[in-house]
Nanobody, 116 residues
């Protein structure tokens, strides 16, 4: 079964850190761009960060630049999102997908909840 599974969310303290994981099963992540997205209560899902499959180039939303870092470990078939200096506005369910645009993704996993 081809799927991406998010994990690593939890309750954080002001200024705290979390590392989210996006693990692939049924396919190899190496050849895919991977994006992280989040959806806060009452808000639309938004793109947070994205990493390319070719040269590892990255994209960050302005709201997380300098605080979040996306990385990939192809050997573990996993993409990570290191989140530092967390603020209340980061509270959301975080999702990963094999794209950078949320309007293109047609299927979402369960996500992982980040509580502030």
């Amino acid at each position: 079964q081809v799927q991406l599974v998010e994990s690593g969310g939890g309750l954080v303290q002001p200024g705290g850190s979390l590392r989210l994981s996006c693990a692939a099963s049924g396919f190899t992540l190496d050849y895919y761009v991977i994006g992280w997205f989040r959806q806060a209560p009452g808000k639309e899902r938004e793109g947070v960060s994205c990493i390319s499959s070719s040269d590892g180039s990255t994209y960050y939303a302005e709201s997380v630049k300098g605080r979040f870092t996306i990385s990939r470990d192809n050997a573990k078939n996993t993409v990570y999102l290191q989140m530092n200096s967390l603020i209340p506005e980061d509270t959301a369910v975080y999702y990963c997908a094999a794209d950078c645009r949320p309007d293109i993704v047609d299927s979402w996993g369960q996500g992982t909840q980040v509580h502030y």
